[in-house]
C-alpha cells in the first residue's frame, strides 16, 4: 500500500544510509496550502512525527525516551555551556525531526563530546585520588 512505501521509503535516516528521502515536509505544506512557485515550502513538523513516520510507535517510544534522557543530561550537568543548550534544543524538538537536529545542527557532536569530557574528567578524578590515597600512607 502506498502507507506501507512511504513508511519504508521515508525520512532522512533513510537517505543518509542511500535510500530515496520523500519530502514529507513538502508534502504537507502542498496539501495544506499549495505549493509557492519555487517548490520550496516546507511544513515544521515536531520530532514525534518523524519517530513515526520513520519508525513507527517503536520509533516514537524510543526517540522520546532518548528526548527525555538528553534533557535529563542537561539538567544535571555542572557545565554551563552545555546547560545554556536545552531551549534552542527544545525548540528545534519542535520544529523539526531529532535525526535532522542531532545530524545537521551538531547535537550530536555536543552530546559525544560532553560524554568524553565527562569521562575524561572522571578518569582524572580517579587518578587523583588514588594519587592522594598513596601519598597519605
Known amino acids: 500500500s502506498t502507507h506501507e512505501d512511504i513508511v ?25 496550502w499549495g505549493q509557492n ?24 517510544i524510543l526517540l522520546s525516551l532518548f528526548v527525555g534522557q538528553s534533557l535529563r543530561w542537561m539538567a544535571n550537568s555542572k557545565d554551563e555551556a552545555f546547560r545554556s543548550l536545552w531551549p534552542l534544543y527544545c525548540f528545534n524538538l519542535y520544529s ?13 557532536l555536543v552530546f559525544l563530546f560532553k560524554a568524553m569530557f565527562t569521562v575524561a574528567a572522571s578518569v582524572e578524578h580517579e587518578k587523583q585520588h588514588a594519587f592522594a590515597g598513596v601519598v597519605q600512607r
Open 96 to 108: 523539526s525531526g531529532l535525526i535532522g537536529i542531532l545530524l545537521s545542527n551538531g547535537f550530536i
Open 8 to 32: 519504508l521509503m521515508l525520512s532522512s535516516f533513510i537517505s543518509f544510509f542511500g535510500g530515496e528521502r520523500i519530502q514529507f515536509e513538502r508534502l504537507v505544506f502542498e496539501a495544506q
Open 37 to 60: 512557485e519555487t517548490g520550496t515550502g516546507s511544513s515544521n513538523t515536531v520530532y514525534l512525527v518523524e519517530a513515526f513516520i520513520n519508525f513507527g510507535y517503536t520509533g516514537v
